[in-house]
């Protein structure tokens, strides 16, 4: 029985150690994505727009400061992303297009539920303003 306790510790102590070593499932984001710019201008309406979009969709989980504090933030498996770290505000615009619209494990796809944007196309911000109003309004959790 000893010798079955023995065993048992070190393969706990062997996962564990080897689960922060091993890749975590990085978000990749296809190269087109990366170098797109976001064609709404950031200005009063848009960003009036952004936030509307923001406290309907996103509140919940990354909170009302953009801090991934939101109330089901401590219901899910990941930690949401806190949008006004430096790590968060560099991804391009393009980058932070496709997370919203393609999501990654406990980050919902965004790509339907975002009003007049189901017809987005493959690789662009399509014909409506929202996903770049959305994306304005993220850049002002910018810690400044």
């Known amino acids: 029985m000893r010798n079955f306790i023995k065993m048992a510790a070190v393969i706990a102590l062997f996962i564990s150690v080897f689960s922060f070593i091993l890749p975590q499932d990085p978000w990749v984001v296809p190269e087109k994505y990366e170098k797109m710019k976001n064609p709404v201008s950031p200005d ?11 406290n309907d969709h996103c509140t919940a989980c990354h909170g009302k400061k953009g801090k991934g504090d939101g109330y089901k933030a401590e219901h899910i498996n990941t930690t ?59 850049r002002t959790f910018a810690v400044k």
């Open 44 to 54: 009063e309406a848009s960003l009036k727009a952004g936030k509307a979009l923001y």
């Open 80 to 138: 949401p992303t806190d949008f006004t770290s430096s790590n968060f505000q560099k991804q391009s615009d393009g980058s932070l297009l496709y997370k919203i619209s393609y999501g990654h494990k406990d980050m919902p796809a965004f790509k339907k539920r975002i009003p007049d944007n189901a017809d987005v196309i493959e690789g662009s911000f399509g014909k409506t303003r929202s996903p770049g109003d959305l994306i304005n309004y993220l």
